[in-house]
């Protein structure tokens, strides 16, 4: 059974006993249903105590109970809470360490509340793309008043307990030992005339709750547009303040059982659990020793190293900061201050957390200052030559141990670790520029990288707060690999008769934070050149459409000329479509003798989308990714794929592989239809009725 009951001093204490974070699944509803019962039939208990085993007092329902029989199986949350709201003798909530969504209503339940400093608080469930489902859109308001309330459900975001010590929450904080001190307080509280105060009783104080309800939708609406939940919350605060706790609970039962079914409740929940189970490799097992890293060495200061480098100083690591020359250690040290000075203006940085940071960098023009280093992460040209000179210097001077990463973006990890003789200790940090901003990290696996290498290097990502998914090597590993198919695509439609702003439009409607033609003016249409020129010399039967050279010969490389798909103001970056682009891509089409035609908005979302969907399925195919989960965190992190739709391998199995066979072969027929050579899992899938996830 997943609780645990004792009592003391005539207290009883019904112990969360289902770790990780004592989830509120069946069988511990259970339990504590029957810890009460137990309690309230024995005259020598007078009070009872609610507490948490681990790290936490309960992180909530338990989602993937969520869409399952278990989810509704009596007793349900509401059912729990009702006990307890009955319970003749008083109940008392400790809290520690975590106290949210039904976790926190649970205690919202109980007559009286005990919390520990430095527990996290919070109503989540807006985050899952639902809200909360057992009172707290009608107890919470109760208890921290209305404007406080709505603003933790609606943001979801936790509030240490420390912070809501005086909020109306908490009857104590707890100075020392929190089950002692919860005891006490029982003990004390049984001695009190009942009945016992019960949050529901409550009533809800605000001048002008009508006023400040529609002000919250209006600006909710605005800010929520493609999530329902975040209204939803709203509503169901509101049903409570107009009509009352029972009216506005049902409200809330009703808002939640809608919720839950909605695509985006769905992908949202798809994400929290894809971003955790990214971070376990199949044949790694979580108890592989980890090497420590004390000290991290970055080789380059431009634009990637110094992103880098700002990664490890946010997590209070001192960084070795290693460039050929002065000037370029200068510029780069500048660099990263100007980015930080950025960060104290806007208020999110103190200035004396800015100097803390810049201390905690050794700049230095000698590989020998990297001696000491445990983890070195070059971000150097991304030429095989340039990789060659630093890796095989690493060799010479890295201590044993010493984990060699490589920030290549394209090139092949296993012929950089050839360059050493250690190739075990060998691995690729693909960042995502800005690297100090983007959370996806391609952690690319060499044949020979070692196994608690790659327990180290996920270690470390948790702790610079990125969302490592492990990539085996091959062109372009997950992302770029699949984007450029989906680059592929948003040509052949320029040839057949789309412009960039229909395609760019298109996409973007569809949720993509930019579409293709915008993305390149901003990376450089010239990035993409030089990747089509390698391409044609090394895979020459991978055909492009030829409309991109012709824009990068007339020098038309995007924002920073000035000038790319689209013209640009001096000085501005909004894309205005361009009249000479356009003619230009008409009379291409001529010259290659494609006749023009229109094409929807749907076919631009389907051939682009679908084109990753299907090199993503062979991705998976090739073991190159381990799950279709891990396929979408790259692309919910890394790529802008609108995070409502889960991403791409979601978004296909929402969509049925059915229908997206039958696309994919009615591509396959037209105008460049040899680029669509349909993966063999999506065909397999089709015909099975299965999915990616
Ligand atoms: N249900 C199931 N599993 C959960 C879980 C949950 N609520 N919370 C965490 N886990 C798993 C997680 O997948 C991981 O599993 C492990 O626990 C450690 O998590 C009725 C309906 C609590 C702050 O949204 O925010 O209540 O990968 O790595 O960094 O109104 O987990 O080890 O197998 O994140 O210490 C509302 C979600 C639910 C809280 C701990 N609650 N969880 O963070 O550990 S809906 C939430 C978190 C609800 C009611 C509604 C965090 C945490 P594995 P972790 P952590």
Redesign the pocket.
């Known amino acids: 059974m997943a609780v645990d009951y004792t009592t003391r001093d005539g207290v009883a204490v019904i112990t969360l006993n289902n770790p990780?974070?004592n989830?509120?699944g069946h069988s511990t509803r259970a339990g504590i249903v029957e810890g009460l019962a137990r309690a309230n039939s024995d005259p020598a208990v007078s009070a009872i105590v609610i507490t948490g085993a681990g790290?936490?007092f309960s992180?909530?329902?338990?989602?993937?109970e969520f869409n399952t029989p278990k989810a509704t199986q009596e007793p349900t949350?509401h059912t729990v809470i009702k006990e307890v709201e009955k319970s003749a003798k008083p109940i008392i909530a400790a809290i520690h360490g975590?106290a949210?969504?039904?976790?926190l209503?649970l205690a919202l339940g109980a007559h009286y509340r005990i919390a520990a400093p430095g527990a996290?608080i919070a109503l989540?469930?807006v985050?899952?793309g639902?809200l909360?489902?057992?009172g707290?859109t009608q107890r919470l308001p109760r208890a921290i008043g209305l404007e406080a309330a709505l603003n933790m459900i609606v943001t979801g975001t936790p509030v240490l307990s420390e912070k809501l010590a005086n909020a109306g929450l908490f009857d104590a904080m707890a100075q020392g030992d929190l089950l002692d001190e919860a005891i006490a307080f029982a003990r004390q509280a049984a001695g009190k005339p009942g009945p016992h105060p019960l949050v529901r009783n409550r009533k809800i104080e605000h001048a002008n709750a009508e006023g400040f309800l529609q002000f919250s939708r209006n600006t909710v609406a605005a800010m929520s547009k493609n999530y329902p939940a975040p209204l939803k919350c709203v509503d169901a605060i509101a049903a409570g303040v107009k009509q009352g706790f029972d009216k506005g609970l049902a409200f809330e039962r009703e808002c939640f059982v809608e919720l839950v079914q909605t695509p985006e409740s769905q992908a949202l929940r798809h994400a929290?659990?894809g971003e955790?189970?990214a971070s376990?490799i199949p044949d790694v097992p979580s108890s592989t020793p980890t090497r420590a890293i004390q000290q991290v060495a970055v080789i380059g200061a431009g634009t990637m190293g110094g992103g880098i480098t700002m990664n490890f100083l946010n997590a209070g690591v001192p960084v070795t900061l290693l460039e050929t020359k002065q000037e370029a250690l200068d510029r780069g040290l500048a660099t990263i201050r100007k980015n930080y000075e950025a960060q104290v203006k806007k208020g999110k940085l103190t200035a004396e957390k800015l100097e803390a940071r810049m201390a905690l960098i050794r700049p230095t023009l000698t590989y020998d200052d990297l001696k000491q280093a445990d983890l070195i992460i070059e971000a150097v040209f991304e030429e095989l030559g340039v990789k060659e000179q630093v890796f095989t210097r690493l060799d010479e001077v890295a201590k044993a141990g010493a984990i060699l990463a490589s920030n290549t973006s394209t090139l092949d990890v296993d012929k950089i670790a050839a360059f050493t003789k250690r190739p075990q200790d060998v691995v690729g940090l693909h960042f995502f520029s800005p690297a100090n901003v983007m959370k996806l990290l391609e952690v690319v696996r060499g044949k020979e990288t070692a196994k608690d290498v790659l327990a180290t290097v996920m270690q470390v990502a948790k702790k610079i707060r990125k969302t490592a998914v492990v990539s085996g090597v091959c062109d372009g590993f997950i992302g770029n690999r699949m984007i450029e198919q989906y680059i592929r695509q948003a040509l052949y439609m320029l040839e057949e008769g789309a412009l960039p702003a229909q395609v760019d439009r298109a996409i973007e409607k569809f949720g993509f934070a930019m579409g293709p033609f915008r993305m390149s003016d901003l990376a450089g249409n010239d990035i993409g050149w030089a990747i089509r020129k390698r391409r044609y010399q090394e895979t020459p039967e991978i055909k492009y459409s030829k409309v991109a050279d012709r824009l990068c010969e007339q020098g038309r490389f995007g924002q920073k000329t000035g000038a790319g798909w689209y013209d640009y103001k001096a000085g501005e970056r909004n894309a205005l479509p361009s009249k000479l682009v356009d003619e230009m891509i008409v009379a291409y089409s001529k010259e290659v003798g494609v006749q023009r035609r229109k094409i929807s908005d749907e076919e631009i979302v389907e051939r682009l989308v679908y084109a990753l969907v299907n090199e993503g399925a062979m991705i998976l195919e090739e073991g190159i990714a381990s799950k279709a989960s891990d396929i979408d965190m790259v692309y919910l992190t890394g790529y802008g794929f609108p995070l409502w739709r889960g991403g791409p391998m979601l978004y296909a199995d929402a969509a049925g592989l059915y229908n997206v066979a039958r696309a994919i072969r009615r591509y396959a027929q037209q105008p460049n239809g040899d680029a669509w050579q349909i993966a063999s899992s999506v065909a397999e899938l089709a015909e099975s009725g299965g999915t990616f996830n």
């Open positions: 990780p974070v989830g509120l790290k936490a992180g909530g329902a338990d989602i993937t949350l975590v949210m969504g039904g976790g209503e996290q989540p469930e985050k899952l639902i909360p489902g057992a707290g929290f659990f955790r189970a376990k």
